[in-house]
């Protein structure tokens, strides 16, 4: 393995298992007969419905209108009609109010607002594309990317950074987009530097991923103002603040964002996603998908509409070669495990793991044998030993002195951990019964 | 469908385990126990099964009868046993070992919580112990090949018993008096180099005690660089430094804790050495140490990422 020069400290290296869909070219999903779009798929206040029952809808059409600053509006993935609104199992946990519609499988399209000339647009019309089109984060986390383009006034953004590390094992929905269509990663970066007024952008891809580096340095070759660099595999690299680190070297500070070391960071699916939104006026009701997992008959990278259930991305899949132990949204490190395969592909889903009994198999925990392997790898320096302690014993008062909070939930304490201790999920108990608190305190 | 596991992510783990770990301190103490039995013969080979025995069914008798969970199948009951035995001079009689790693495991280890929870070394504590008690039958040395003549160790000598120093070559290979394990420092260090490949220890500890013991005792001791050597290889420093000040529940956590531990090791060492009444010292100065670990610990918590320094 070549050694890259941007790496950052901790970190772990579990199996990539990217074999079974990485030489896998993106494919159509079969568009299902009803999708069921949430209008809540990310942190922030849920959408208010724009249809109801019985309305006929067309495909991209905006079904959902978020009532904050931090949201983003749903679209229609499909044309037909709304069958009913109603709460549906989410893959991020619990029920949430969504839109069921029944496809009516002719596609009719709202007519697309192309702007014309990209170049002529300013940067306050290019955000506002970015809003409309709902364009959230593609990592995982789905944030809503407009919010992230609009640093205050007196944070001064020099770099942007478009995140190809894809450090999760099995997902490889990146890989693909970055192999088959570099140039629409360019031309989104392109667009977020002008909305910013950044003259700067980097392109970090780990360096077991040879091929990408070498497409996108391609689709880039031309672009003065874009570099293109190599990331040591390692995971979590594709954690913002350790991605920021092992690029610049700059290091976000404790409790603050990437645009408080003049950086704003976006995932390489995002950036294309912004650019077809620009350049077709499509919104964001699509979204690349990596099927894998011993479970799944033929693992696949696939375009699935939003609202596709997990059971109709499987079955297209082939279905199962066995019964499945576990199913998770997302990668196996940071992913979320689903009680059912009723639940629907959403903005933030980069992947459906089917997994096997074997894979899925969890050793029993034990105790803690004072290691240190858990401080070693943090790529916060945390003492994850401590802090689980402290959380066990409901000590949340030492939990936050020992700095819960900067917890990233990257989970390599857990993966590293001999003794198979459950680290990083007691650590999110603190950090979540420690937010309660905080609310409390400022609500008395 | 069958029901669907649900768990908090992660949802893979790496291939390490406690027991692997604990299989491969075993693993690497194995060649210096070898040496041990072939310089010895079976009196050696003796000791160190009673006390593997002695400590696996101590811990097995404590778990039954609190009820716990029985732990012995993870290994670290044997290695308990195995250095506790191995700190035995080859002469001991039968119910030394047994006693020994009873102690051990029962009232250093069990008694503070287990596995994890003991703030000394269990096999060093014990033999702490077993000194205070049996001076006697814990300081008969035999030479090597002249039956069971009771005969200074080579510190002793240096400090200025009467004997004939042995060769420097002889001092590594192992062809002196001294514990059970101890003897032999090129069998020692061999496993030693295992368990840094395997990374179950870092070099923190064991290099910077090493070092500081040398470095002091060479320049305080006034007697050269071939003394200080001498040193090295003599008085159980390379098993304790690698195999003893290295355990995890009584040393400290993070890579700076572990330079502080290493180097507090050495000048307790050196200091035992030169001006103290025993000849070797490592023993008390790893104890001494398993003391300070916890506020060593407390005082090296590593820089948390971005953490920005308080200005008061």
Known sequence: MTKGLFTFSGGVHPPHSKHFTEDQKIELCRVPDVVVIPLQQHIGAPCEPLVKSGDTVKLGQKIGQPKGFVGAPVHSSVSGVVKSIEMCNSSVGGKVLSVVIQNDGTDTGVEPDIPGNIDQLDPAQLKSIVLEAGIVGMGGAAFPTHVKLSPPADKKIDTVILNGAECEPYLTSDYR???ETPEQIIGGLK??????????????????????????????????NIKVVSLRTKYPQGAEKQLIYAITKRMVPSGGLPMDVGVVVNNVGTA???????????????????????????????LVRIGTTFKDVIDFCGGLVEEPAKVISGGPMMGI?????????VKGTSGILVLTK???????????????????????NLMPLHLSNASLKGNMEEAEALHAMDCIECGSCSFICPAKRPLVHSIKVAKKEITARRKRSASS | MSMLTVTSA?????????SRIMLDVVLALIPAGLFSVYLYGT?????????????VLTEALIQKLTKKPVTITDFSAVVTGLLLAYNLPPSAPWWLPVIGSFVAIALVKHVFGGLGNNFMNPALAARAILLAAWPVQMTSWVIPNADAVSSATPLAILKGAEGTLP????????????????????????????????????????????????????????????????HIFTGGLILGAFYMATDYSSSPITAKGKLIMGVGCGILTAVIRLYGGYPEGVSYSILLMNVAAPLIDKYTVPRVFGEVKQHA
């Open chain 1, 272 to 302: 294309a996603a912004i650019h077809k939104a620009v350049t077709l006026g499509e919104p964001l009701y699509q979204r690349i998908v990596t099927v894998s997992g011993g479970a799944v008959k033929e693992p696949k990278n696939l």
């Open chain 2, 167 to 230: 060769s420097l070559r002889d001092t590594f290979i192992g062809n002196i008096g001294g514990t059970i394990g101890e003897v032999s420092a090129a069998a020692l260090l061999l496993g030693a180099a295992y368990l840094l490949y395997r990374k179950v220890i870092t070099w923190h500890i064991p290099v910077t005690y090493i070092a500081t013991t040398f470095v002091l005792v060479t320049l305080l001791g006034g007697k050269g660089l071939e003394t200080g050597i001498y």
């Open chain 2, 43 to 55: 009196r050696a080979f003796l000791t160190i099964i009673l006390g593997v025995a002695s400590a």
């Open chain 1, 191 to 224: 667009i977020i530097m002008k909305i910013l007024g950044v003259s700067n952008g980097i392109i970090g891809i780990e360096d077991n991923k040879p091929k990408a580096l070498q497409s996108v340095r391609r689709a880039a070759a031309e672009e003065k």
């Open chain 2, 10 to 18: 992660p949802h893979i783990r790496s291939k390490d385990s406690v």
């Open chain 1, 177 to 179: 987009l970055m192999i």
């Open chain 1, 337 to 345: 495990a689903q009680h059912t395969l009723d639940v629907p592909v």
């Open chain 1, 358 to 380: 074997k894979e899925a198999e969890l050793p029993e925990p034990s105790a803690c044998i004072r290691c240190g392997k858990c401080v070693e790898v943090c790529p916060i």
